[in-house]
Every structure is written in C-alpha cells, then in structure tokens.
C-alpha cells in the first residue's frame, strides 16, 4: 500500500479583538549571567529525523508573527488587540530586521487555529508539543494568557533590577523551547483560534527567536524510534567493501516495535544508488545494532537513507545521512617543512618555535643562520632560546630523514609585532565548556603530537573558562581551581613539545562562567600569566557590562586598553585575543590597544546556519586585517563539539570543507574546538591539508573579499603573496549548483593555472574564467596563478 503524506499547513494572521484586563505580577525580568556576551546572529536548529506517516502527521507552521518592542503584561492576553504590531520573521534575530542594537524586552504574539482533526488522523493521540526552537537571552511563553513554560530566574514585575539581582540572573539563549502538554489540556482550545505569546529579554547582541522549527505538532513514531548513526566508525573491509553499523532505540513506552529496516546508498556525484537493502526489525529491547555492508571508495560522496516502516501502522521514520570523504591526500614518507614561513617575536623575549614537518620519522633538523641566542634542538626541531637585537633573520630550515630531505626558510622577525600570521591552535571551550581539566590540556597536548597536527603547523594549547579558583590567594594573586595543579608545570609539559600554551580572562570581577575575572587585578594577573609561562590570552568581555557606563567607544576600549598596559610590563610575548563580539567596530580599533586578534561575531554553533551567517558576513573588517592583527569569527565546529557533552558536529561533510576553506580565505586565527580524543580520519583530514592551511597563513596577511555575493551562491577572493589568487566558489542552496568564475572579474588576464587545493592537483590552464559544480552547501577552493609562474607548494 502506498503511503500518502497528509502535512496541513496553516495559514496564520492576526485577528483584532478587545482588550483585557491586566495579566498578574507573574512576570519576567531576566539579564545577564554567564553567556550573554556569548552572542549570535542567526543560526537553525536542524533535525536529524524527518519523521513521515501514513497516519499524516500534522504540522503547523507558525510563520506570521507580531512584535512590539517593550514590555507590558497585557500582551499576554488572547484578547489583546495586536494589530497595529509589526510583522516579524522568525528564525533569525530582530536585529537583522530593522531593530539594529535594540536590548531589552519584546514581545511575539501569533493567532493560529488548532483543528481537532490535527489530534484525530495522529498515530499518537495524548500530547501535542510546541517546537519554538531557540531564544535569545530568556523568555516566558504564554498559551492563551496562560504560562506555558518559562526560561531563567523570574523578578515580579515592575521591581526595580539591582546589578545584584542581575549577576544571580541565569540566561539560557542556547536552549531549545519545545513544550509538550497533554491533548487535553485546559490551555488548549480545539477548533477555535488560539494564541501564543513571547516574551523575550535580550541583554546585548542578538535577541529573539533565532532558531528553527517553529510549529506545533502532535507526538510521532520518530519521537519514540531514534537511530544512532555516530557510536559506530564507518569501517574499511577487504575488496573495497564499506562496512555501517547504526543502532536503533526504542525509547516509546511500547514493550516492541516491529518493522522493516530499508538502507539505501546514494553516490551524490553519479547520482546512482550503488546499494539498497532492507532487513526485518523486532525491537523488543531498547536498542538493537544493524549493520551494512556496500561497495565503495572512501573519496567517494555517499549519502544513507535509513527507513524504519512499523509493521502496524505502516508509519515510517527517515534518517538520512552523509558520509564523510576524504580529499587530503596523505603526507608522503619524504619529509616535508609545513606551516608559517614568517613567524614574530619581541627582543629580549623567550622564543619557541617547533618545526612542522612531515615524513617517516626519526627525523632530524637543521638551521643556519640562526641569530644569535638561539638554538636548535636537531633531534625535535625544536628552536629556542633569546635574542636581544631587532631585526629581520631568514634561517635556512632543513629536515631530513632516511628518504630525502626538504629545504625551506623562515623569517624570523624580532621587532614589536607578534602573530605575523594568525595563530593556529585547539581551545577547550566548544567540547568542554567549564568542565575543562589538567589532564584533558595534556591529553590535547599528547594528540597534537601522536596525530600529527603539530607537524601541519598547529601550536597553541588554549584552556578556556573554568579553570580559576574561587578567591584569590592572601596576596591578591589569582590562582588556579583544583582542576589544575601547577600552572606552571602545565605550561612546561606543553613547552616541552615545542608548542605553546593558552589561558582565558575577563576584564570584568567574574568571567562568563562565574569564576574570577581579572577586574582591579589586571597588573598582578599579567605578571602570574607570564610567571606561569603563557603564551596567549583570550580576554573576554563577559561581567564588564556591569563596570561599562556604556557602550561607547572609550568604554569599550577602556578595559582592554588596560590589561594591554599590564600585559606590557610582563617579559613575555602573551598573544592577546580580545573577546568582545565585535561592538564598536572592533577591527577599527583592536589593534591601539594592543589586540593581536579580536572576535567580530558572537558565538559560533555547529550548525550551518550559525557558521555561514558569521563566515560570509566578514567584509566589513577586512581593510583592517593585517600581519599582527586578525579578525577572528570565532573557533571551529568540526568533529566532536559540545560545551561538555562532545558529540558529531552538525554540519555535513561538504559543509565542514566551506567551514575550513572559508576561514582559511578569511585569514582567521584557527582554533580547533573539538574533542581531540574523538579525532577521526576524517576531521583530521580537515585540519592536516597544508594547502590550504598556507591559504590562512600566507605572510601577505590578506583577507578575503567577497567578490560575487548572491543568495545562491558566493565567490570569495584572497590576494596571495606570492601574486596568485586564492578563490573559493561557495554554495548557498540545497543543491548542486555550477558556478564561474571570469578573469575580468578577478582583474586577471592570460593563461592561468588553476590547482584544486584540497585535493592538491592542477585542474589545468584556463584562458579566461573557470567553472564548476559544487555540492550543497560546499566548496571549490583553488588557486589562480599565472602560468608557469613558480607556485610553492
């Protein structure tokens, strides 16, 4: 029997009606705690399961909402007359639609009917729930003037706020709102309209409803069947054979579910499905693991679809997959100098530099004309050591082992600027949130060396919030929590690998996560972050909005402005990261107070909606972006991601390519943000491809423009040292798209060689554009140079 998908859409608008008397003091008055710097601009939340049933689920879009800036408890009431209230999208935030720097209370009211027929044509008939994904900074929703569910601490209406009650306030703009509630509910009205109303406080950056879906279903098959699809690695069989194990679970009250289980295999690039199986399911426990066995290439772009049809109701749950491949050839046995060819350092300061090489190990290393001071370390490639004299040093690097040897040179530049490309490194914060601890800094420091990416250029070992101690010790020094032993022997075990090590601080009393931040202690938090042996601070506004008077530009900068002077008198180059979402312009003015790098974005997620949003928005700071100086968008959210509770990041396989390729045109400093001991092949596939890695760290220190910027597709462009051009063909829709290239816009002209940087090989010499077909949502990066021009690679 076929299947026939029943999926009302309701059309909503807004009705005008009498208003009511006033609603009760159960009201909110939420601000700032933890996060709230910790902004974003727009970003969904995208579901995994696409749920379909014969027995037609039913949706109901809410889509046409109302809003009004301020706050009134009246516009709870369903009587409430709204209809001089604009028009509002939801999805993304309100400041993108006409209320640019707006921070306060808001309300979205929405009038929709709720047919019983949405309850009687369910396959589940008890409790319908309402999906209002995610809200930025806290909320209170009513149903029909009745609360319906609630978000942080609650202050009575009208109460004058204290800054006191303000640093208790929790705010929780990353959660998802989705309220489930009996089918016969007294808050519902059945066959009649209803109404929802929001009430939301954003304290600064982004606020409201930024995340999709936003409806109203009843509960469905693909509520109580999940499919695992990430505990199990996609394995490598003999004779070519892929091999996927997947895990379903019965999380229903139902003692079994009994079904068949469909795959299908579909190669994205041929179109062909090269694999459909099907296999019975008696799930009479809580989860029961399945495994698939298809013919295929690890390079290969391969999508599952995964279908459960229950045995009774004929409902069927969909999930649907994208593997991952692989484009990064492997390092070859020969050895191979990686990384920056350009690297800064103030006289008279300690200097670190491990050579990033790969090749078949024991490996050993040479550099001439070492200036005076320093040595090298010729069995690790370790450099260290002082110099005194400023200057301008090429040192002659040779690394050699029993298959051949590689020549490169490298600028050292002693003078007063550091970070002459931008930092490359892991920070603890997207895969540990506050739970980050002594023995997970090391365990990131032992994989950077097991794994190899500190042989690709990869260096700074950053420890984000969570690591301070409660008080300060008799003498005013801050000190670590019990997390952390020695700070000091923590930074010598990450020295000693030749990389170099990172904390986290707040000008304000207390850092994001509530722990100690440097405010009134700025001087005596310098000199214990260099006494420690630091090499990077990330200092992040957080609690300051307390101290601000405001938000102008001298208020801005005061704080940062401060710690630089403290940050100066410590006999140690400390890379300084400004953390502050980029108010005021930042990247005009990063660089006077001393910032080596500075966020221009709030908050980075693993979705595509948060990475393309912040990485396609980039331009405005572009002119500013040069060696020492580098606008930062925030970390990456590849592999395993999750503030504490790692799991696969969200974007696909095609998504993390323009993820990496488009920082690396964007001249970014690139912070891993995973869970290095999930690393797979993979991600490491990502991190590990020299090519574009030298995108990112090429001397010239120029960021990406967009060149072409359509709501289909982007062309970025990055000026090159060495007068080639770095172009990323970039697809925004949800199919494959071909995209060009001319060389009159790249103000090019001749024969050009075009070379695929990813997978590292000429696509040939093009006399006048170059085109091709790009996946969903992905990249082509290539690089244009002039024919027979001399290409480093």
Same mark, same amino acid.
């Given at each position: 029997m076929i299947c026939i998908l029943i999926k009302l859409r309701q059309i909503i608008t807004a009705f005008p009606v009498e208003k009511n008397a006033p609603l009760s003091d159960f009201t909110l008055k939420c601000l700032i705690k933890n996060q709230i710097q910790m902004k974003k601009t727009l970003f969904s939340f995208s579901f995994i399961l696409a749920g379909l049933s014969c027995f037609a689920q039913q949706t109901i879009e809410l889509n046409n909402w109302k809003f009004k800036t301020g706050d009134n408890p009246v516009w709870a009431k369903p009587a409430y007359n709204d209809a001089e209230w604009k028009t509002i999208r939801v999805g993304e935030v309100w400041e993108t639609q006409g209320y640019k720097n707006y921070n306060g209370y808001a309300w979205y009211r929405i009038s929709f009917n709720l047919p019983l027929a949405l309850k009687e044509k369910a396959l589940f008939k008890d409790s319908i729930q309402f999906l209002l994904g995610k809200i930025d900074d806290c909320d209170q929703t009513y149903l029909?003037?009745?609360?319906?569910?609630?978000?942080?601490?609650?202050? +009575?209406? =009208?109460?004058?706020?204290? &800054?006191?009650?303000?640093?208790?306030?929790? @705010?929780?703009?990353?959660?998802?709102? /989705?309220?489930?509630?009996?089918?016969?509910?007294?808050?519902?009205?059945?066959?009649?309209?209803?109404?929802?109303?929001?009430?939301? $406080?954003?304290?600064?950056?982004?606020? =409201?409803?930024?995340?999709? +879906?936003?409806?109203?279903?009843?509960?469905?098959?693909?509520?109580? &069947?999940?499919?695992?699809? /990430?505990?199990?690695?996609?394995?490598?069989?003999?004779?070519?054979?892929?091999?996927?194990?997947?895990?379903?679970?019965?999380?229903? +009250?139902?003692?079994?579910?009994?079904? @068949?289980? *469909?795959?299908?295999?579909?190669?994205?690039?041929?179109?062909?499905?090269?694999?459909?199986? #099907?296999?019975?399911?008696? &799930?009479?426990?809580?989860?029961?693991?399945?495994?698939?066995?298809?013919?295929?290439?690890?390079?290969?772009?391969?999508?599952? /679809?995964?279908?459960?049809?229950?045995?009774?109701?004929?409902? @069927?749950?969909?999930?649907?997959?994208?593997?991952?491949?692989?484009?990064?050839?492997?390092?070859?046995e020969k050895p191979k100098i990686n990384g920056a060819r350009v690297v800064g350092v103030r006289p008279g300061h300690p200097f670190l530099f491990r050579i990033p090489a790969t090749g078949i190990r024991p490996m050993s290393f040479q550099a001439l004309n070492l200036p005076k001071g320093l040595t090298l370390d010729a069995k690790s490639g370790i450099i260290s050591g002082k110099v005194l004299l400023p200057g301008e040093y090429p040192v002659d690097l040779k690394a050699l082992n029993a298959k051949g040897e590689f020549s490169a040179v490298l600028k050292i530049v002693m003078g007063d600027r550091i970070a002459l490309t931008p930092p490359m490194g892991w920070n603890s914060w997207n895969c540990f949130g506050l739970s980050v601890e002594e023995v997970k800094v090391k365990a990131s420091a032992d994989i950077f060396i097991s794994s190899g990416l500190a042989d690709h250029g990869w260096t700074y070992i950053n420890m984000d919030d969570g690591w301070e101690a409660p008080g300060r010790n008799a003498a005013g020094q801050i000190v670590p929590n019990e997390k952390f032993k020695d700070m000091k022997a923590l930074t010598a075990y990450i020295h000693s690998f030749g990389l170099k090590a990172g904390l986290y601080s707040s000008p304000g009393p207390m850092t994001c996560g509530q722990f100690l931040g440097s405010y009134q202690h700025e001087e005596s938090d310098a000199k214990s972050y260099a006494d420690w042996g630091f090499d990077y601070l990330k200092y992040d506004w957080c609690s300051y909005d307390q101290i601000a008077v405001d938000q102008s530009l001298p208020e801005l900068q005061? %704080? $940062?402005?401060?710690?630089?002077?403290? &940050?100066?008198?410590?006999?140690?180059?400390?890379?300084?990261?400004?953390?502050? $979402? =980029?108010?005021?312009?930042?990247?005009?003015?990063?660089? *006077?107070?001393?910032?080596?790098?500075?966020?221009? @974005?709030?908050?980075?997620?693993?979705?595509?909606?948060?990475?393309?949003?912040?990485?396609?928005?980039?331009?405005?700071?572009? %002119?500013?972006?040069?060696?020492?100086?580098?606008? !930062?968008?925030?970390?990456?959210?590849?592999?395993?991601?999750?503030?504490?509770?790692?799991?696969?990041?969200?974007?696909?396989?095609?998504?993390?390519?323009?993820?990496?390729?488009?920082?690396?045109?964007?001249?970014?400093?690139?912070?891993?943000?995973?869970?290095?001991?999930?690393?797979?092949?993979?991600?490491?596939?990502?991190?590990?491809?020299?090519?574009?890695?030298?995108?990112?760290?090429?001397?010239?220190?120029?960021?990406?423009?967009?060149?072409?910027?359509?709501? !289909?597709?982007?062309?970025?462009?990055?000026?090159?040292?060495?007068?080639?051009?770095?172009?990323?063909?970039? /697809?925004?829709?949800?199919?494959?798209?071909?995209?060009?290239? #001319?060389?009159?816009?790249?103000?090019?002209?001749?024969?050009?060689?075009?070379?695929?940087?990813?997978?590292?090989?000429?696509?040939?010499?093009?006399?006048?554009?170059?085109? #091709?077909?790009? %996946?969903?949502?992905?990249?082509v990066l290539v690089k244009i140079s002039k024919q027979n021009a001399d290409i480093q690679k």
């Open positions: 029909n003037g009745k609360l319906l569910g609630q978000n942080t601490s609650i202050v +009575p209406f =009208g109460k004058t706020v204290t &800054l006191k009650d303000l640093s208790k306030t929790q @705010t929780v703009w990353n959660s998802t709102r /989705n309220y489930t509630i009996a089918a016969n509910d007294p808050r519902l009205i059945w066959d009649k309209k209803n109404v929802l109303s929001i009430r939301v $406080y954003d304290g600064s950056g982004g606020g =409201g409803l930024f995340s999709l +879906p936003v409806n109203i279903r009843m509960k469905d098959l693909k509520d109580f &069947l999940a499919f695992d699809v /990430n505990s199990k690695a996609l394995v490598t069989k003999p004779a070519g054979i892929l091999s996927k194990t997947i895990i379903l679970k019965n999380l229903s +009250p139902l003692p079994k579910i009994t079904g @068949t289980l *469909s795959t299908e295999i579909f190669d994205l690039d041929t179109k062909q499905v090269i694999s459909k199986q #099907s296999q019975a399911v008696n &799930l009479n426990k809580a989860e029961l693991a399945f495994t698939v066995d298809f013919k295929a290439e690890l390079s290969q772009r391969l999508r599952a /679809n995964y279908t459960f049809t229950d045995s009774g109701s004929k409902s @069927t749950v969909i999930h649907t997959q994208e593997f991952p491949y692989i484009l990064t050839p492997a390092s070859g005061k %704080p $940062y402005k401060i710690m630089q002077l403290a &940050l100066e008198k410590a006999n140690r180059d400390i890379l300084y990261s400004l953390c502050q $979402y =980029g108010n005021g312009d930042v990247w005009k003015w990063g660089g *006077s107070v001393g910032g080596n790098a500075w966020r221009t @974005t709030g908050d980075i997620f693993e979705t595509w909606e948060s990475m393309s949003q912040i990485g396609f928005n980039q331009d405005a700071g572009a %002119p500013y972006a040069k060696p020492g100086n580098w606008n !930062d968008p925030d970390m990456l959210v590849v592999g395993w991601v999750g503030f504490g509770n790692p799991r696969p990041t969200e974007l696909s396989p095609d998504e993390q390519y323009t993820h990496i390729s488009l920082w690396s045109l964007l001249a970014a400093p690139l912070l891993i943000g995973c869970d290095l001991t999930k690393l797979d092949d993979f991600t490491l596939s990502l991190l590990t491809n020299d090519e574009v890695i030298a995108i990112d760290q090429d001397p010239l220190g120029k960021q990406a423009i967009a060149l072409i910027k359509t709501n !289909d597709f982007q062309i970025m462009v990055k000026e090159l040292e060495d007068g080639s051009k770095a172009v990323g063909l970039f /697809n925004l829709t949800k199919n494959e798209l071909k995209i060009s290239v #001319s060389w009159d816009a790249l103000k090019i002209s001749g024969k050009q060689t075009v070379r695929d940087l990813w997978r590292q090989k000429e696509l040939g010499v093009f006399s006048d554009s170059f085109e #091709s077909v790009v %996946p969903s949502h992905g990249v």
